[in-house]
């Protein structure tokens, strides 16, 4: 069974530039999870899809960045206009549902590493 | 916001030694997790620890959640290169909000 997908894995781009990733979760996995790992720290939570909604974006900063999950299945970040400090790996994971009321098995993808110059 | 605090932050040692790793914070939570990140790779779930008190054992990996279930270890015995990566803890407090807060981990290399 194939993993959780993300592309690209790596980007760079100049600041105030646009830029975009994308993750296929596991097939039949109703939760998505877009994460940042800044280097030498822990992934942060930035956005939860349950299905097509976005359940939790309260970490997310709003003024540059957005998310979609069309469909319930692939998602797309996007940043728009990058900024230095965006320089991160941005992770992306899914689990078969939370709802379940118990806190699922997260599968991450590789990441896209990001190097905003 | 909940805050882990991983200890040792970086650790070295001899392929064959034994190593232990701690994650701790003021919370309470309804579980913790441990995984392993690999450069270039996503975090891989280790184990999941529920109940105040728990030991579980993988292989030569011994994790133990603390009786307040405030705190964890990771025991490593007899380390192998394989073993190498970022050992990360995350914690759900269980609050309804489904949500996992990651320490920053440690940092572990194994020599051969």
């Known amino acids: 069974e194939a993993g959780v997908v993300q592309s690209p894995r790596y980007k760079i781009i100049e600041k105030k530039q646009p830029v975009a990733f994308w993750c296929n979760p596991i097939?039949?996995?109703?939760?998505l999870y877009w994460y940042r790992q800044n280097l030498g720290q822990g992934p942060e939570l930035l956005i939860r899809?349950?299905?097509?909604?976005?359940?939790?974006d309260s970490q997310l900063p709003k003024d540059r960045f957005s998310a979609e999950r069309l469909k319930g299945v692939d998602s797309t970040l996007k940043i728009q206009p990058a900024e230095l400090g965006d320089s991160a790996v941005y992770l992306c994971?899914?689990?078969?549902?939370?709802?379940?009321?118990?806190?699922?098995?997260?599968?991450f993808g590789p990441g896209t590493r990001l190097t905003v110059l | 916001t909940q805050l882990l605090e991983q200890s040792p932050q970086f650790l070295s040692i001899q392929e064959g030694e034994n190593l232990t790793v701690y994650c701790n914070s003021s919370?309470?939570?309804?579980?913790l997790q441990w995984y392993r990140q690999e450069p270039g790779e996503g975090p891989v779930l280790l184990v999941t620890?529920?109940?105040?008190?728990e030991v579980k054992k993988l292989k030569r990996l011994t994790f133990q959640f603390g009786d307040a279930r405030k705190d964890s270890s990771l025991h490593i015995t007899a380390a192998q290169p394989g073993d190498t990566g970022l050992y990360l803890c995350?914690?759900?407090?269980?609050?309804?909000?489904?949500?996992?807060?990651f320490g920053k981990g440690t940092k572990l290399s194994v020599i051969p």
């Open positions: 994971a899914s689990s078969l549902d939370v709802a379940s009321g118990l806190t699922d098995t997260q599968y």
């Open positions: 097939s039949g996995h109703n939760t």
């Open positions: 899809y349950e299905n097509e909604e976005a359940v939790d």
């Open positions: 919370s309470v939570f309804s579980s």
């Open positions: 620890v529920v109940t105040g008190g």
């Open positions: 995350a914690a759900d407090s269980g609050a309804g909000s489904y949500q996992l807060t």
